[in-house]
């Protein structure tokens, strides 16, 4: 891959419920991306994945620098890298042999991955079959109270080497403490085991010498980003992205405004929101079900649109969506 290896976990496709688990023309077999946000891996779209796997052959890659993901070259944690990263992979994914191959991917995005997948899906049409964004982190000039000293520290040179300083003296479990306050509306809805296997992947990361380094300047390179005007600037790519789309984003999140939810739908010209009541940053992980319909009923009309403008017939409802 041009922009190096990233390490990529697979959620097989199980085909719809009560089907004989081979992809035909009444067993929809498409495939899907799943990119995950600051500080996150690969995991956080465990549970979503899943369920999605009764019509997704589903892929989950790793950052550059997070999760099993080896740093970029050169230790750049720009934008443009993370991109390109998201590309690569995409590109791999559309080639890999099975139904499926040669055909644009579903590509759901949270946080940072939302951001990076709006750019992808605008620069990069051709990959995209649908795009579903999970609170993405889109450029805001009014940052939540918890994150402007943060935020305006990380931008000065020399800080960030300080701020993976202090990173590398709290401990995983304090870390994951703190996210599921922040990041999670009910903390009551994420299982027990999750938090056990988020405790033990940052205790994985956390002995790679670049962990600290792949938090803060990836942060410096999203607010780096959201200086860009023309046609970098995030929202103007929006504007251009035209595959179907869907918006998700909890009433709770306390990261990313919920107020710009429907301020993106309105943005992408081809787009639906989900605003789920309760929920905080992480919907795939904290409201998987939920999450799941949505995605699943835009991949279906996506699919009758497409065979409808091919004089095709469409394939038959996939029977996790049927009430």
Aim: proline share 9%.
């Amino acid at each position: 891959m041009t922009g190096g290896p990233v390490f990529v976990r697979h959620t097989p496709w199980v085909g719809p419920v009560g089907g004989d688990g081979e992809p035909g023309d009444d067993a929809p077999s498409e495939r899907a991306l799943y990119v995950h946000g600051l500080g996150g891996a690969s995991t956080n779209w465990t549970d979503l994945a899943a369920l999605l796997a009764v019509r997704f052959d589903g892929y989950a890659l790793d950052l550059p620098g997070f999760g099993r993901s080896a740093p970029p070259p050169r230790g750049t944690y720009s934008m443009q890298r993370h991109v390109q990263a998201v590309v690569d992979v995409l590109e791999w994914v559309v080639d890999r042999p099975g139904p499926g191959r040669g055909r644009p991917v579903h590509l759901l995005g949270n946080s940072l991955g939302g951001l990076v997948s709006v750019w992808v899906a605008a620069r990069r049409p051709d990959l995209v079959a649908t795009l579903t964004l999970i609170s993405a982190a889109m450029p805001v000039y009014r940052v939540p109270a918890a994150f402007d000293r943060a935020i305006a520290l990380v931008l000065l040179p020399g800080v960030p080497a300080l701020a993976e300083k202090r990173l590398a003296g709290v401990s995983p479990e304090q870390r994951v403490r703190g996210l599921v306050q922040m990041c999670i509306g009910d903390p009551s809805r994420v299982p027990k085991a999750r938090l056990a296997e988020a405790v033990e992947e940052l205790r994985e990361h956390d002995a790679q010498p670049w962990a600290g380094q792949a938090l803060t300047r990836s942060l410096r390179g999203l607010m780096t980003s959201y200086l860009r005007l023309g046609r970098a600037n995030a929202w103007r790519m929006a504007r251009s992205v035209r595959v179907p789309s869907l918006v998700v984003w909890g009433d709770r999140d306390r990261l990313v405004d919920p107020a710009l939810a429907p301020r993106l739908a309105a943005a992408l010209p081809d787009a639906r929101l989900q605003v789920q009541p309760g929920v905080g940053h992480l919907a795939m992980l904290e409201a998987p079900e939920a999450t799941a319909r949505a995605v699943l009923a835009l991949a279906e009309d996506a699919a009758r649109r497409s065979a409808a403008a091919q004089g095709a017939r469409p394939v038959r409802e996939p029977a996790s969506e049927r009430a």
